[in-house]
């Protein structure tokens, strides 16, 4: 089902549909450019929001490499015993992973979030992410490019920008 917004554009899964084909017509720009897209919508069905998106970044590997990442979020998600795409309580965030010279700092979009409301969890190379405050909850898991201790990474949080720096 799908209704229409005043400017003609659709919301429901018919607009989700036309978003994805935006989406593709762009990878083709991407690939030429080395650059970052990010796509995402809600909809809100009786008592049920729903949040998608998708993150592609493209030709960002060493020396120029062309590799595409996809990294989804929101919490749309496919079943993987039923088959049906259902909305889950806990959001995925957007996240970001920068390696600089002397450490490695991992970005969340998490709005609403604030650092009292996040939790680390580290098992050797793999970050878990987990933040709740009222009826917005988070939660990722990382790979890391190698095992940082839990005591030596730092929190900041600034407008649900979650900002983790982590050292040896």
Wanted: proline fraction near 3%; include cysteine.
């Amino acid at each position: 089902m799908t209704k229409k917004k005043e400017s003609g554009g659709e919301i429901g899964f018919g607009g989700l549909f036309k978003g994805l084909a935006d989406l593709i017509e762009k990878l083709g720009e991407l690939a030429e450019k080395g650059e970052q897209l990010k796509k995402s919508g809600e909809f809100q069905h009786r008592d049920v929001k729903g949040v998608y998106g998708f993150s592609v970044k493209m030709g960002l590997g060493e020396k120029g490499d062309h590799e595409v990442k996809v990294e989804p979020f929101g919490n749309v998600r496919r079943d993987e015993k039923s088959g049906e795409t259902v909305v889950q309580e806990i959001r995925e965030p957007v996240v970001d992973v920068f390696e600089e010279k002397d450490h490695t700092l991992v970005v969340a979009e998490m709005p609403g979030i604030s650092t009292g409301d996040v939790h680390l969890e580290v098992k050797d190379d793999l970050l878990t992410i987990y933040a709740e405050k009222k009826d917005k909850k988070y939660r990722k898991e990382i790979l890391l490019p190698r095992n940082y201790p839990l005591e030596k990474m730092k929190m900041s949080c600034n407008n649900g920008i979650l900002k983790i720096r982590c050292t040896l």
